[in-house]
């Protein structure tokens, strides 16, 4: 059981340059989501998508499309990366997707640097 | 909408020393609460959480916090830290009906001194 798994690990682009991050979690959970983790900002929700077929935006989704491609599978792309678009990026998931009391749990984190 | 506060972005303690990491929310109705810990090149991980009932919630690792409805505050507390508990905590809120994100507060980071 590897729970929320991310890749790649570590990514370098250059501006304009698209790229996706993938997200898959093996706990059976309806809910995932995308944050973004910057120094001084804590988390930032990009986009989440409550079950699947189904995907809202976040607090911060300029810059960025998903894609839940079934229940296991979230994906996060930059269509044309920005250096503002530096940051950590965390896939989460939690398991009704329905309450708010729910806990989510995290994978390990994508850390991008575009340059 | 809600919002939360955490207090300090930094907070150095001597090994064994008691610790104390403050969280205040705002928000126009009644909330769940959480703190989340994360631990050097990890992702985040739940160590408690208020729902209702008990305002006193014990967590994972010997943390615990207290939910205070008038101050608007659920700060955590050790009372003796280890090495091991270095890292960054995170407050976070939603409201409590309807499938509302969780909002995080931007953090405190722990320093566990020996």
């Known amino acids: ?115 | 909408a809600q919002s939360v506060t955490q207090l300090d972005s930094q907070v150095p303690v001597f090994e064994e020393a008691p610790v104390e990491l403050r969280c205040n929310y705002s928000s126009s109705v009644s909330v769940y609460l959480f703190w989340y810990v994360q631990y050097p090149n990890q992702g985040l991980q739940l160590l408690l959480k208020y729902l209702s009932g008990s305002t006193l919630v014990k967590g994972i690792n010997g943390f615990e916090a207290e939910f205070n409805k008038s101050q608007t505050s659920f700060h955590l507390r050790k009372p003796s830290v280890h090495i091991s508990d270095t890292a960054e905590y995170f407050c976070a809120v939603t409201h409590n009906s309807g499938n509302t994100p969780l909002v995080f507060g931007k953090g405190t980071r722990l320093s566990v001194i020996a």
Not at chain 1, 29 to 42: A, E, F, K, V
Not at chain 1, 77 to 87: C, V, W, Y
């Open chain 1, 1 to 115: 059981n590897a729970g929320v798994t991310q890749t790649p690990k570590f990514q370098v682009l250059k501006t304009g340059q698209s790229m996706t991050l993938q997200c898959a979690q093996d706990m059976n959970h309806n809910s995932m989501y995308w944050y973004r983790q910057d120094p001084g900002m804590g988390l930032r929700l990009i986009y989440y998508s409550a079950s699947e077929g189904t995907t809202d935006k976040g607090e911060v989704p300029n810059g960025y499309n998903v894609s839940r491609l079934n229940k296991r599978e979230f994906s996060l792309r930059l269509e044309s990366a920005a250096p503002s678009q530096t940051s950590v990026y965390f896939c989460a998931s939690s398991e009704l997707g329905r309450e708010p009391w729910e806990t989510q749990y995290f994978g390990p984190g994508t850390r991008l640097l575009v340059l």
